[in-house]
């Protein structure tokens, strides 16, 4: 069984270009979140797609976006890139919808913003 | 608005030692709580998850616990080993913004000294 994989595992930008952040869920997994982790913080919640819907947004602005694919896949975007934005980008994948289900996450994206 | 908090933020101990790891949280409507492992640059690895309606889980050398009333728990871990040394966080889930998302707290870097 395939885990979480994340591409690329490491980014730099300029400030002001935009991102293309990329995530496979695990195989069975309908539910994709992505979290953003700045140096020594713990991850924050961006946004979470259940069968290619938003299923809820964090406090981030709209220049953070998303997709989810039919096969679950999913993206994350961000224009206008900010220095700020540098950070770990958190994949994390689960079954469903239901609190019980346990989340899994991938190995990251490092982004580096000059 | 969920608070997370872990302490100590950082601890260091010899190997052999048995030690534990404090997460609080503000709001005790959750669904679940886990912990997580993180590597210095890496993602997170799943520890133990506990449901709402559990009082702890084990998982060999790991035990945690879970007093959602007091909004309290604790990560066990024994006979530790310099392999332990890593980032420890906790999170409950769901957060406060509607979707299955986790919130987190900031960890407790372990060092386990040979």
């Known amino acids: 069984e395939t885990g979480v994989t994340q591409s690329p595992t490491h980014l730099i930008k300029t400030r002001g270009q935009q991102v293309t952040l990329r995530c496979s869920s695990q195989?069975?997994?309908?539910?994709v979140s992505w979290y953003q982790q700045a140096l020594g913080q713990g991850p924050q919640f961006i946004f979470q797609?259940?069968?290619?819907?938003?299923?809820g947004r964090g406090n981030f602005p709209p220049r953070f976006s998303g997709l989810q694919f039919p096969n679950y896949s999913s993206e994350l975007n961000v224009n206008a890139l900010e220095l700020d934005d540098s950070a770990l980008y958190l994949c994390a994948s689960s079954l469903g919808l239901a609190e019980s289900y346990e989340q899994y996450f991938g190995p990251g994206t490092r982004l580096t913003v000059t | 608005k969920q608070e997370v908090t872990q302490i100590p933020a950082a601890l260091s101990v010899p190997e052999g030692e048995n030690l534990v790891l404090n997460c609080s949280f503000t709001?005790?409507?959750?669904?679940?709580l886990q912990w997580f492992r993180q590597d210095p640059g890496k993602g997170l690895t799943s520890l133990l998850l506990?449901?709402?309606?559990?009082r702890e889980q084990t998982s060999g050398r790991l035990n945690a616990s879970l007093d959602k009333s007091s909004g309290r728990s604790t990560l066990y871990i024994a006979a530790s080993q310099p392999g332990d040394s890593a980032t420890y966080l906790c999170?409950?889930?769901?957060?406060?913004?509607?979707?299955?998302?986790?919130?987190f707290g900031t960890g407790t870097r372990l060092t386990v000294i040979p």
């Open positions: 195989s069975g997994h309908n539910t």
């Open positions: 709001d005790s409507a959750i669904y679940n």
């Open positions: 506990i449901q709402s309606s559990q």
């Open positions: 999170a409950v889930g769901p957060g406060p913004t509607g979707a299955n998302n986790l919130f």
């Open positions: 797609y259940y069968r290619e819907e938003e299923n």
